[in-house]
C-alpha cells in the first residue's frame, strides 16, 4: 500500500499562472483532506470531502477550488496563483472524523 | 470556533530526560485528539490517537493523556533521545475536520 500519495512534490509558478495538485489515496478512505502550512501559521484546512462527489470549505478555501470524482483522488486547483499561495500543501485522509488520519508527504509550491 | 494551543513553542533538552509536551484546545465536544511529528521537510506522522472517551494512549516511550472536560492533553516523552527531535504538532476533531495547534519544536542534545 502507498498510503497518500502527491503529485507534484515541488512546483514554482509565476503570479496568474493555473495549476492542479493531485492527491491519491489506496486505503478507500472516504474522508479527505487539503491543509496548508505556513510558518508560524500552523496547518490550516483549505477543503474537504466526505465521499465521492462532495466537497465542503475550510477555514480558507479562497483562492482555490477541489473535486472529487473519484473516491481515491481529491484535486486542488489553482486557479489565478497568487504570491500568498506559496506553502506547503498537505492532503489526508480517513474512513471518518472520529478515525486516524494519514497524511501525504506534501507538495512546495512556490508563487513568484 | 475550535482554537488549539501548543505550550511551549520550542523545548531544548539533554539526551535522557523525560519530558512534556502541552496542549490545550477551546472546545471540549471533540470527538479524539491527535499527536504527530514531523521532521523538517518532511511530512506528518500520526504518534497516538486517544478517543474522546479515554483518558490515555501508550506507544513504546510515548504517552498521552486527555483531560476532555479542561480540554487539556499532554505528551508524556521517556528518556529522550536525540532521534526524537522534531515538530509535534497536536490536533482535534469534533464535528469538523482536525485543527491544529501551532507545535512544539523539540531538540534532544546528546
Known amino acids: 500500500n502507498a498510503g497518500v500519495t502527491q503529485t507534484p512534490k515541488f512546483r514554482v509558478l509565476k503570479t496568474g499562472q493555473s495549476m492542479t495538485l493531485l492527491c491519491a489515496q489506496d486505503m478507500n478512505h472516504e474522508y479527505m483532506y487539503w491543509y496548508r502550512q505556513d510558518p508560524g501559521m500552523g496547518l490550516r484546512l483549505i477543503h474537504y470531502?466526505?465521499?465521492?462527489?462532495?466537497?465542503a470549505k475550510g477555514e480558507v478555501p479562497d483562492g482555490y477550488n477541489v473535486s472529487r470524482l473519484k473516491k481515491q483522488n481529491f484535486l486542488l486547483g489553482l486557479e489565478s496563483a497568487a504570491p500568498s499561495q506559496t506553502s506547503v500543501y498537505f492532503c489526508?485522509?480517513?474512513?471518518?472524523?472520529?478515525?486516524?488520519?494519514?497524511f501525504g508527504p506534501g507538495t512546495r509550491l512556490t508563487v513568484l | 470556533k475550535q482554537e488549539v494551543t501548543q505550550i511551549p513553542a520550542a523545548l531544548s533538552v539533554p539526551e535522557g530526560e523525560n519530558l512534556v509536551l502541552n496542549c490545550s484546545f477551546t472546545?471540549?465536544?471533540?470527538?479524539?485528539l491527535q499527536w504527530f511529528r514531523q521532521d523538517p521537510g518532511k511530512g506528518l506522522t500520526s504518534l497516538l490517537l486517544?478517543?474522546?472517551?479515554?483518558r490515555e494512549q501508550t506507544s513504546g516511550r510515548l504517552n498521552a493523556s486527555l483531560d476532555k472536560s479542561s480540554g487539556r492533553s499532554t505528551l508524556y516523552i521517556a528518556a529522550s533521545q536525540p532521534g526524537d527531535s522534531a515538530t509535534y504538532l497536536c490536533a482535534v476533531t469534533g464535528n469538523t475536520p482536525l485543527v491544529f495547534g501551532k507545535g512544539t519544536r523539540l531538540s534532544v542534545i546528546a
Open positions: 486517544i478517543q474522546s472517551s479515554q
Open positions: 470531502s466526505v465521499g465521492e462527489g462532495t466537497t
Open positions: 489526508a485522509s480517513s474512513y471518518s472524523l472520529d478515525l486516524p488520519a494519514f
Open positions: 472546545d471540549s465536544a471533540i470527538y479524539n
